[in-house]
């Protein structure tokens, strides 16, 4: 068994399960999200969809999400095996379990959490602030894609890793049809973006497979070595590892 595979001693922990489970459920929540905010900026409808149905779901969707966040922070809080930090919850790489991954989560879950706010303050604020906001908002799905995927414990787990690559063509299909519908207005800017948006894809699927896919990942990404010399009290194999 390499090093990097040893960090599972608290691989039992109930608030372990929870804190993988509800990552997991959040990253396809927000996805979802961004699906039905593309489409309800699109104006897709159909006469048994309505398009106020495209926008409340999106609306609930994105709420319940912070939720389903909410209780994964708390739960790896919680759980006594990394040492992260209240602090890290709010303020992004501060944390000194894998600062820059994790520290990537909670810049997703501050982005998330402000267009939360501002939707529920929409009225005080004005539609130009709020959208502002929302755009930017946009932000958190790639960010939580790239902290799941460098901080997670079972990014190596074929059906963990297929997830992630259907959360990503989900939203790739989404926003190329965007585009096909003709925005932005200009049709040399459309073009930019899809060359953008393709050389992210590769660059991404680049850094995976020779990052978190690679042996060695966890020493690399900031796994304190107090952690990385603990043996399992599991196999690793079985359940996944915290590498």
Same mark, same amino acid.
């Given at each position: 068994?390499?090093p990097?595979?040893?960090?599972?001693t608290?691989a039992g $922990?109930?608030?372990?399960?929870l804190t993988?489970?509800?990552?997991?459920?959040a990253?396809?929540?927000?996805t979802?999200s961004v699906v039905?905010?593309? /489409?309800?900026l699109?104006?897709? $409808?159909?006469?048994a969809?309505?398009?106020?149905?495209?926008?409340?779901?999106h609306r609930f969707?994105s709420l319940?999400?912070?939720?389903?966040?909410a209780?994964h922070?708390?739960?790896?809080e919680?759980?006594t095996f990394?040492?992260i930090g209240?602090?890290?919850?709010v303020v992004?790489f501060r944390s000194?379990?894998?600062?820059?991954?994790?520290?990537?989560g909670?810049l997703?879950?501050?982005?998330?959490a402000a267009l939360?706010l501002t939707?529920?303050?929409r009225?005080?604020?004005g539609y130009?602030?709020w959208?502002?906001v #929302?755009?930017l908002?946009y932000?958190?799905?790639?960010?939580?894609v790239? #902290? +799941?995927? +460098?901080?997670?414990?079972?990014t190596?787990?074929s059906w963990?890793l297929g997830?992630s690559?259907?959360?990503v063509?989900?939203?790739v299909? /989404?926003a190329?049809w965007?585009?096909?519908q003709?925005?932005p207005?200009?049709? $040399?800017?459309?073009v930019?973006?899809g060359?953008?948006?393709?050389?992210?894809?590769m660059?991404?699927?680049?850094?995976?497979?020779?990052g978190p896919m #690679?042996? +060695?990942?966890?020493?690399r990404?900031?796994?304190?070595h107090?952690?990385? +010399?603990?043996?399992?009290?599991?196999?690793?194999?079985s359940?996944?590892?915290?590498?």
């Open positions: 068994m390499t990097d595979l040893l960090a599972v608290s $922990s109930p608030l372990w399960y993988r489970g509800t990552g997991l459920v990253l396809v929540l927000l979802v039905l905010g593309v /489409a309800s699109s104006r897709a $409808s159909s006469p969809w309505p398009r106020f149905l495209t926008a409340g779901l969707v319940f999400v912070v939720l389903v966040l209780a922070i708390l739960t790896a919680l759980d990394a040492p209240w602090a890290a919850v992004p000194p379990y894998r600062p820059i991954w994790l520290g990537l909670t997703s879950f501050d982005l998330l939360a939707s529920l303050l009225e005080r604020i130009r602030a959208r502002a #929302h755009w908002a932000l958190c799905w790639p960010v939580a790239v #902290h +799941g995927l +460098g901080t997670g414990t079972d190596r787990l963990v997830l690559v259907a959360c063509a989900a939203v299909v /989404a190329i965007r585009l096909a003709g925005w207005a200009d049709a $040399s800017t459309r930019v973006l060359a953008l948006g393709a050389a992210a894809l660059v991404g699927a680049a850094w995976t497979v020779k #690679h042996t +060695g990942w966890a020493r990404a900031g796994t304190p107090t952690l990385l +010399g603990a043996r399992p009290a599991i196999p690793s194999e359940l996944g590892n915290r590498s």
